[in-house]
Each structure stands twice: as C-alpha cells, then as structure tokens.
T-cell receptor, first 114, second 115 residues
Framework: DTAVSQTPKYLVTQMGNDKSIKCEQN?????MYWYKQDSKKFLKIMFS???????INETVPNRFSPKSPDKAHLNLHINSLELGDSAVYFC?????????????FGQGTRLTVV | AQTVTQSQPEMSVQEAETVTLSCTYD???????LFWYKQPPSRQMILVIR??????QNATENRFSVNFQKAAKSFSLKISDSQLGDAAMYFC????????????FGSGTRLLVRP
C-alpha cells in the first residue's frame, strides 16, 4: 500500500489553464504539506495543513490554493498557470506531536507548462 | 531564519569505497532535528537517517552514519561500502523543534557511484 499517493504523476498543460493535483495519505498522520522542487532540484515548502487547518503559507502566489477536505487529503489547485510554475510538486505527511519522526513524501507530480 | 548549505553539488565514489557528504546549517535554536533524504532517479524522497540535536551520539543506520558537530553546526553523512544503488541526489534537511514541522532543505549533492 502506498503511504502517500499523488495524482497525476505527470501533467502537461498550456499557459493560462487551471489544474489540480490530488494527494492522499493512509498513515493516519494529522499534518500534510506541499513542497515545490524547481529545475535546479531545490525543494521549498509551500503549504502545510494540520487537521484541515492551514498552518504554513510560504509566500506563494494566490493562484495556488490548497484544499484539505479531511486530514487524509490535501489537494493543490493552480489557476492561470504560468511557465514558471513548471516544477515537481511533492505532497508529504507527518505526525505533528511526534517531532522526531520524518515526513513521508509522495512520488511527486511533474508539472510542465507549455 | 534557518538555512542549510550543501557545498558539494556533485561527488563521485568508487563502488565499495567510502564517501562523505557535507552539510552545514545556521540556526539560533537549541531544539531541532536534522535529516538526510535520498532522491533516486525515480524522484521518490527516502529518509536515510535522522539526528536529534539533543543527542550527542551520532546516528547510524547500517552503512550510513552521520558526524554531528553541534557547536560547528555541521551534519555530514558518511556512506560506507558504497553500492551502485546509492547513486542519487542527497538532501540535508533541518526541522525546528517548534510545532510547524517545516523542513528546510539544502541544495542537494548528486552522488555518482563508479563501478
């Protein structure tokens, strides 16, 4: 069973379109995250939700809107896609009250905007 | 703000040899956690090893060990008996001891393993 699963794995779309990436975790964790990995492999956090509440929002354009319907799911919706949005987007989860444990990552979604 | 620096963009090691990847970090906190993640070509982020800042003993996981120097703010990863499957990007990451669990990553080191 996949612990953190993202769909789709690959997404190619035109500038100006709106797209969503879905993420689900079956680890029972209470916190989920979105990270962005750019073309130089640099990873940076975008958002974090704890029990469906937004706890981290790292200076991300408001074209990006996360939504957490329940603590097992965190989706990322992107409006008016731009060329610079091309990247790999990783979903992750962890349990906030056990700080020494690691975050578990999904396989990533490679988004290409043409 | 905390920062993580990996000064080696790429390293190369002969199979069965030992290699050390460097990581330094900057923080004013006393409570934090450090991690090494591996990212093979499959893109999956895999935890290699973790270290709690309050523990003086260096963490070890099979062929992987760290040299944690808290005063120097250094957290290097040693891979012994390197295998072809160790070839990957390696990321050093810092997590504050507060409740945010935000991981701050270094820029990564690409490890090549020569057969």
């Amino acid at each position: 069973d996949t612990a953190v699963s993202q769909t789709p794995k690959y997404l190619v779309t035109q500038m100006g379109n709106d797209k969503s990436i879905k993420c689900e975790q079956n680890l029972g964790h209470d916190t989920m995250y979105w990270y962005k990995q750019d073309s130089k492999k640099f990873l940076k956090i975008m958002f974090s939700y704890n029990n469906k509440e937004l706890i981290i929002n790292e200076t991300v354009p408001n074209r990006f809107s996360p939504k957490s319907p329940d603590k097992a799911h965190l989706n990322l919706h992107i409006n008016s896609l731009e060329l610079g949005d091309s990247a790999v987007y990783f979903c992750a989860s962890s349990q906030l009250d056990t700080p020494g444990t690691e975050a578990f990552f999904g396989q990533g979604t490679r988004l290409t905007v043409v | 703000a905390q920062t993580v620096t990996q000064s080696q963009p790429e390293m190369s090691v002969q199979e069965a040899e030992t290699v050390t990847l460097s990581c330094t970090y900057d923080t004013s906190e006393s409570d934090y956690y450090l991690f090494w993640y591996k990212q093979p070509p499959s893109r999956q982020m895999i935890l290699v090893i973790r270290q709690e800042a309050y523990k003086q003993q260096n963490a070890t996981e099979n062929r992987f060990s760290v040299n944690f120097q808290k005063a120097a703010k250094s957290f290097s990863l040693k891979i012994s008996d390197s295998q072809l499957g160790d070839a990957a990007m390696y990321f050093c990451a810092y997590r504050s001891g507060d409740s945010s669990y935000k991981l701050i990553f270094g820029s990564g080191t690409r490890l090549l393993v020569r057969p």
